[in-house]
């Protein structure tokens, strides 16, 4: 046991040690009675164990391969390079894949690089892909399937329209289940693993998210049926949840919101008006300034679901991001609604101006 575990370990034990004592000393309603004391205890065993968990042991990647979609940029295709620089056999599904980012993928190598054509809301393109990886596979087997396509839009709600909803549904959900169902039974056969980039907007809704936070809670409820149906075959099913990164998908949101809003019926945006637009759209790159920019914080975490022995169920990226997403979970409704409302556009709509 490494002394940094070993040190987390007793430190959590000396604060349970140290507060412990004060229950019998306080009164049962004070600050330091059993149910502080448990409470402590209750949030110290994560910690503890998540340490114990941790695990550097690594699969051999001799005749393992791959499937990842949405590697024409960002997350995808900075996991298909490292994944081949490890030894697999790579499957980068790319919804372009005559454009630049598939062909600086084809460049590492045709022997153990393999680029294919597949929007994930394409049945037909899906068959195709499971056809190709089958009867190349050889005497390779599939370990992992990744689901990383994804799309975002950053509306409120009264003008994102519900074809936009569809759509976010559609490659983020169900694509995922469309990709998922057409590898299993390859999967099956390796005792291999899936891995879902979700995110924390699965977990909680900001303003403005409701669309893109909708397919990520579905996709973390898909996992988790995934995983408890798929353990009896020895497949894991693990997701990633990242926060807010300066990725593609995230730079495009500006340029999103703005013809959400040029669509949206001259009714809708006459009752909230161009000033409040424009504070929406300040808020937006406030909102860009707190993206990370390393996106490798997060290919890393994908990395370790699809090369260990013993890869962890969820993975949060930054132990900051996590330790605030698992306070923002634990917050009452009403407390974490009034904790976003710091993060809404501070202008009022128009239609509110000669309110009463």
């Known amino acids: 046991m490494s002394a940094t575990k070993l040190f987390a370990i007793l430190l959590c034990f000396a604060v349970i040690g140290a ?11 004070s600050l330091f009675g059993v149910n502080t004391v448990i409470l402590i205890t209750l949030l110290a065993i994560p910690f503890v164990f998540c340490f114990l968990h941790s695990n550097n042991e690594l699969v051999t990647s001799d005749n393992k391969a791959v499937v990842i979609t949405g590697c024409d940029s960002g997350f995808g295709h900075s996991l298909a390079t490292r994944l081949h620089k490890l030894g697999y056999t790579v499957y980068a599904c790319c919804l372009f894949s005559k454009q630049h980012g598939a062909d600086e993928l084809r460049k ?7 680029v294919l054509q597949v929007d994930v809301t394409n049945e037909e393109e899906i068959r195709d892909a499971t056809e190709y990886v089958k009867s190349t596979l050889g005497d390779t087997q599939l370990w992992a399937l990744v689901n990383n396509a994804g799309i975002a839009s950053y509306a409120e709600i009264e003008w994102c329209s519900v074809n936009v909803f569809q759509k976010i549904m559609d490659v983020n959900v169900i694509g995922v289940v469309r990709m998922t169902k057409s590898f299993l039974p390859l999967l099956r056969a390796s005792k291999g693993r899936v891995v879902n980039v979700a995110s924390l907007s699965g977990r909680y809704t900001l303003p403005a ?8 809670v579905a ?29 593609p998908i995230a730079v495009q949101m500006m340029a999103d919101s703005k ?11 006459d009752a909230y008006g161009e000033e409040y637009f424009a504070g ?54 009403g407390i974490r609604d009034k ?7 501070r202008v009022e709509p128009k239609c509110m101006h000669n309110s009463p």
């Open 259 to 269: 013809k959400r809003w040029n669509d949206t019926p001259t009714e809708i945006r």
């Open 339 to 345: 904790l976003f409302r710091l993060y809404s556009v």
């Open 19 to 29: 507060v412990a004592p004060l229950q019998s000393e306080a009164p049962k309603d």
């Open 108 to 114: 590492l190598g045709e022997s153990r690089m393999h």
């Open 219 to 247: 996709c973390i409820a898909f996992s988790d049926g995934l995983r408890q149906e798929m353990c009896k075959f020895g497949i894991k099913v693990i997701t990633v949840e990242p926060g807010l990164y300066r990725t």
């Open 280 to 333: 929406f759209i300040d808020l937006l790159n406030f909102q860009m300034t707190r993206a990370r920019e390393n996106v490798e914080e997060v290919v890393d975490m994908m990395a370790d679901a699809v090369t260990s022995t013993r890869p962890r169920i969820r993975y949060v990226p930054y132990w900051v991001t996590k330790l605030r997403s698992t306070i923002l979970m634990l917050l009452p409704s």
């Open 209 to 216: 998210f409701a669309a893109y936070s909708m397919s990520k």
